[in-house]
């Protein structure tokens, strides 16, 4: 594809105005919309690139809008931000869209539609979601590879890789919280859908841990940033990451339940699992500054897992039973901050799960996904933490996934729970296990986040965390 389709046009007066009845409808159901439930009421333009105007066949806008919505009920869980004391409304969140535009639509384009636009700058123009379509998906991998500057975007890549022109796109499938464009089997892009200033850990991480040489991720290739407005005073927004495709790999979660309805065992897997891991947060303690954590930290992280759990009662009363067991996980670490026991903390995956461990089809372990949980704020995710959070993510994960087998199978996860301790122990040098009091703090508080993000998201799977819950809260719940 020639360079010069690349241009740089204002967008027309009117134009989110014109889009606005049909962003109403089509953004809520969207898979990534993180606002669910809750009605959007209006947007805000926050910026707006024209990258083919509006001709004949084709037209792309790259949009950045804010969608506005009445506050929900508890702000603090998984489809929430953050609690925000004092009442004051919520700015709503940013979503970055790609629009195209057409006459009319092709029929392989028909599940990318948008809508009709009744009046303004498009008016009797089709409006679709442009990552379906092959040239917008083209133009973008163009602009990463000639690192183009297009109004505010600004295309960056990595002076030591090469992109070869001309990868043919295509848009993955699977669910996921962002949008993701296989290059050829070569590349994928990564597009972020709700978008925060500031420096995004999916790409912090990465780069750092590409730095430091470490084989366990794929090391960015080319990213996507918004700039602020000149005038502005803000920071830029990451927009998008381009790492090499892994072709080939299984996920983990799909190679556990695989292997769970063989009656295979996955121990092996577990602890090579667990090797990975300890790999990673030894390459990410060596890139980016640790701390020590003492008695205040301590104690506000553990406050902190106390207003979560609050949070979650409130919203899932099947919890209120389980709630004094779970809390004492919390008092527990409290106590022996109190004692002086201190932590070193560093920075962690955030949100590691099976699905976010890639296997390539010679058996190597890759982590992708170092966003952390999208829903919390960017600083608290870019913060240090006890390594220890991310291995109690994955021993949920075992859980979940012998818990999701028919008949469940609890002992295999014990036994998957094991080997990745133990994997984790060989590459890091000390076994998890020996830090309990931490490891079930977390535990518990990652197992109360998964009860309020199933009730939200998926209640069919609510019985999952729920089971854990039981098992965390202790013998003695009324
Ligand atoms: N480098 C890669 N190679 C192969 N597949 C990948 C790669 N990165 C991501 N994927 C696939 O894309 C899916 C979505 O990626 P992920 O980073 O988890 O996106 P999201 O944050 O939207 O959930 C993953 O579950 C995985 O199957
Ligand atoms: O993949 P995301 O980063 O969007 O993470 C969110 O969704 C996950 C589910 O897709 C959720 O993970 C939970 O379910 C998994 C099985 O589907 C299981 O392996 C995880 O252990 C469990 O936490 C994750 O919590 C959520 O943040």
Known sequence: MPEAVIRTVAPPPGLLASLDPLLRQWLPR??????????????????ATE???????????????????????????PSGSSARGGGAARPGDCYQLLIGVREALPPRLAPALIGHVGEGPLAGRTV???????????????????????????????PGQEIRPGLVPRLMTVEQSNSSVVYGDTFVLKLLRRVVPGINPDLELPL???????????????WLV??????????????????????????????????????????????????????????????????????????????????????AVRAVPALRPYATGLGSAYTALDDLAAEGRTWTAQRVHGDLHLGQCLRSPAGDW????????????????RMPQPAVRDVAAMLRSFDYAARSADPPRPEWAEHCRAAYCSGYAEAAGADPRT???????????????????????RPQWLPVPLAAVRRLAGPDQT
């Open 51 to 77: 990258l083919l105007p509006p001709g004949a066949r084709l037209g792309l806008y790259h949009l950045l809008v804010r969608a506005h919505q009445p506050d929900p009920p508890d702000v603090s869980g």
């Open 30 to 47: 969207q898979r990534w919309f993180a606002g669910k439930g809750r009605p959007v009421t209006g947007f805000t333009l926050v910026a």
């Open 226 to 311: 918004a700039d602020p407005d000149p005038a502005d005073s803000g920071e830029p927004h990451v927009l998008g990451v381009l790492q090499p495709f892994l072709q080939g790999a299984t996920d983990g979660w799909d190679l556990a339940l695989r292997e769970l309805a063989k009656g295979e065992d996955f121990t092996a897997e577990a602890r090579a699992l667990g090797r990975a891991t300890a790999e990673v947060h030894t390459a990410l303690a060596r890139a980016l500054p640790t701390v020590t954590l003492g008695h205040g930290r301590l104690r506000a992280m553990a406050a902190g897992m106390s207003e979560r759990l609050a949070a």
């Open 128 to 158: 679709y979601e442009a990552l379906h379509d092959a040239r917008p998906a083209e133009l973008l991998l163009e602009a990463l590879r000639t690192r183009a500057r297009i109004g505010g975007l600004r295309f960056e890549r990595d």
């Open 208 to 222: 750092a841990l590409a730095r430091q040489g470490c084989p366990r991720v794929p090391p960015p290739t080319a």
């Open 366 to 381: 890759s982590l992708i996904d170092f966003e952390g949980e999208p829903a919390r704020p960017l600083a608290e995710r």
């Open 435 to 457: 830090d309990p009091v931490m490891l079930r703090a977390y535990e518990t508080d990652k197992a109360v986040y998964e009860v309020l993000y199933e009730a939200r998201h």
